[in-house]
């Protein structure tokens, strides 16, 4: 099966700053890979999602990267807000789209 | 609109005695997850549905089981549940080729 690694764990930043999460992913023939947030309390909420025949994907202040040769992508979060404070998983699809979760990073927003 | 809905948010429920949890969806998804998240981990797969046919992980416990009688809607049954299954259990859709649309989860605590 697949085995994703997320880094780091925890996360701080100051409010306007940028936040970055890395997750490297097991499987060569994974090609999908969402991330997800999750506010204490409620479900994962898909924000961003990258395809393996595409480099790099941008919303807004969100945008994910990704290195097939590597088996690496980052999520990318610019001019952090509070409301960004939240566990985010990155995810990485393999047989039968079943999606494999990284352990989550908490990422805090300092005011 | 909740999109895929899971009910109740909260459960309560004694060592050993049964209990369902259920999940419908308004998306005509044809595949349906069921995940266990204990706290401060990822989500792990404990079964998923394509249409009616039924998948459910290698080491998934057989305390549970699970059944979908149509598309939009599926239960998750505990049949003795002990201390260590207190979890946050999400239901999640997908029609197979995007991320997966999650539900809000229902957290079961087990006294």
């Known amino acids: 099966g697949e085995n994703v690694e997320q880094h780091p764990s925890t996360l701080s930043v100051q409010e306007g700053d940028s936040a970055v999460i890395k997750c490297t992913y097991s499987?060569?023939?994974?090609?999908?890979f969402p991330w997800y947030k999750q506010e204490l309390g409620k479900g994962p909420q898909l924000i961003i999602d990258?395809?393996?025949?595409?480099g790099e994907k941008k919303d807004q202040r969100i945008a994910v990267t990704l290195n097939k040769t590597a088996k690496h992508f980052s999520l990318h979060i610019t001019e952090t807000q509070p409301e960004d404070s939240a566990v985010y998983f990155c995810?990485?699809?393999?047989?039968?789209?079943?999606?494999?979760f990284g352990k989550g990073n908490q990422v805090v927003v300092i005011p | 609109d909740a999109m895929v809905i899971q009910n109740p948010r909260y459960q309560v429920t004694q060592f050993g005695k049964p209990v369902t949890l259920s999940c419908s969806q308004t998306?005509?998804?044809?595949?349906m997850y069921w995940y266990q998240q204990k706290s401060s981990q990822a989500p792990k797969l404990l079964f998923h549905?394509?249409?009616?046919?039924?998948?459910n992980e290698a080491d998934t416990p057989d305390n549970f089981q699970s059944r979908r009688p149509n598309t939009s809607f599926c239960f998750l049954d505990i049949r003795s549940p002990g201390l260590g299954d207190a979890a946050m259990y999400l239901c999640?859709?997908?029609?197979?080729?995007?991320?997966?649309?999650f539900g809000s989860g229902t957290r079961l605590t087990v006294v």
């Open positions: 995810a990485a699809r393999y047989g039968n789209n079943r999606l494999a």
């Open positions: 499987d060569s023939a994974s090609n999908y």
């Open positions: 990258i395809r393996s025949n595409v």
């Open positions: 998306l005509n998804h044809n595949v």
């Open positions: 549905y394509y249409d009616k046919d039924f998948n």
């Open positions: 999640a859709t997908t029609q197979g080729i995007d991320g997966y649309t």
